[in-house]
Each structure stands twice: as structure tokens, then as C-alpha cells.
């Protein structure tokens, strides 16, 4: 079974540039999360899809960050504009139905 | 009361030794407990987790040790190996809600041959 997949794995900016990272779940998992991950600290949830539909976004910067989810598998991160404190590592994970969800392996972004 | 507290930060351990890392919870709605585990450039791969119900899980040589009552629980790794040299992370969720996990600050842990 393929894992979730995640791209581009590494990505450097200026800051106020854009961009904007790609999720592939694991076939069948109809919940997809991302997570933001700042060095040296625990993942964070930006966002929860269930199918297409978003479940929690508390803790997304609407003002510069907006996700999609368009047919329930494959889901966009993006960030318009970069700021310098949006440097980390974005995860993505899926779940089917269980409580374990499995990550891919991270974009890590740098905004200089 | 959403925050989950880990520590220590870092651990240094001899190969064989037993490496204990200890998380805290405030929410008594949290009924999930995973244990994490993340090498360099890699994802977080679950390692174990633990529901409430039961005070110990044990599978190889890792263990989570629950308390229920001080909302606290702890992973143990027996036998360390140069092998487990990676960074771990406790979290919790509630089950049947959106499944949100809240993630303990980490615990970068180093053993030594």
C-alpha cells in the first residue's frame, strides 16, 4: 500500500512570493489533514478535510492561507503572501476510519 | 487545556539502557494517546498508543504507562538501541470527534553505542 505521498519536498521563497504544496492520501482515507510544523516543536493542525468538506480550520491564517480538497482525494496547501515566520515543514496525513492517521514525509519551506 | 506538555526536550541514553519520556494532559476528554515517532526528513510514524481503559501497553520494547488520575502518561523504551535515535512525540485526541491530535513539544533522544 502506497504511502501519502507529498510534493515538493523542499521549497525556498522570498518573502511575500507564493506558494504551494501538494497531498496525494492514502487510496480510500476520506479524512486528510495538514499540519504545520516550525522547528523544534510538535505539528500543529492547519486544516481537516472529511471527503471534500472542511471539518475544523481554527487554526488556519485565512488572510494567507487557503487549502482545497476539489474531488475528495488529492488536496493544495497555499500561501499568499510568505511571510518569515511561515518557515517549517508542512505534513500531511490521512485517515480512514481509525484514530491513526499516517503522514507523508513533509515539504519543508524556507521564506528568506 | 488543549495543550499537551513533554518532556524532557532531549535524552541522552546508552545502548541497553531504558529511555523514559513523560507527557501531560489537561483535557479529561482526551481518550486517544499516541506515541510518535519521526527520523530526519521523514514523516511521523506512529509508534504505539493507549486508550484510558487500560493503565499499560506493551508491544517489543516500548511500553506506554497511563495514569488516568494524574492525566499523565509515559513511554518506555527498553534495551535501547543506536536504532531509536530519533525525535518522539506524545498527543492526544478526543475519538469521535474530528479526530484533531494535540501534539506534545517533543523529545529528541540520542543513544549511544
Known amino acids: 500500500e502506497a504511502g501519502v505521498a507529498q510534493s515538493p519536498r523542499y521549497k525556498i521563497i522570498e518573502k511575500r512570493q507564493s506558494v504551494a504544496f501538494w497531498c496525494n492520501p492514502i487510496s480510500g482515507h476520506a479524512t486528510l489533514y495538514w499540519y504545520q510544523q516550525i522547528l523544534g516543536q510538535g505539528p500543529k493542525l492547519l486544516i481537516q478535510?472529511?471527503?471534500?468538506?472542511?471539518?475544523?480550520d481554527s487554526q488556519l491564517p485565512k488572510d494567507r492561507f487557503s487549502a482545497e480538497r476539489l474531488k475528495g482525494v488529492d488536496s493544495t496547501l497555499k500561501i499568499q503572501p510568505a511571510k518569515l515566520e511561515d518557515s517549517a515543514v508542512y505534513l500531511c496525513?490521512?485517515?480512514?476510519?481509525?484514530?491513526?492517521?499516517?503522514f507523508g514525509p513533509g515539504t519543508r519551506l524556507t521564506v528568506l | 487545556q488543549q495543550q499537551v506538555k513533554q518532556s524532557p526536550q532531549s535524552l541522552i541514553v546508552q545502548k541497553g539502557g531504558i529511555s523514559i519520556i513523560n507527557c501531560a494532559y489537561e483535557?479529561?476528554?482526551?481518550?486517544?494517546f499516541p506515541w510518535y515517532q519521526q527520523f530526519p526528513g521523514k514523516g511521523p510514524a506512529l509508534l504505539i498508543a493507549i486508550r484510558p481503559d487500560v493503565s499499560e501497553k506493551k508491544e517489543g520494547r516500548f511500553t506506554i504507562s497511563f495514569n488516568k488520575s494524574a492525566k499523565q502518561f509515559s513511554l518506555h523504551i527498553m534495551d535501547s538501541q543506536p536504532g531509536d535515535s530519533a525525535t518522539y512525540f506524545c498527543?492526544?485526541?478526543?475519538?469521535?470527534?474530528?479526530?484533531?491530535?494535540?501534539f506534545g513539544q517533543g523529545t529528541t533522544l540520542q543513544v549511544k553505542p
Open positions: 478535510f472529511q471527503n471534500n468538506g472542511v471539518v475544523d
Open positions: 496525513a490521512s485517515t480512514l476510519l481509525s484514530d491513526t492517521q499516517y
Open positions: 483535557n479529561t476528554a482526551f481518550d486517544y
Open positions: 498527543a492526544a485526541s478526543i475519538s469521535g470527534n474530528t479526530g484533531k491530535l494535540i
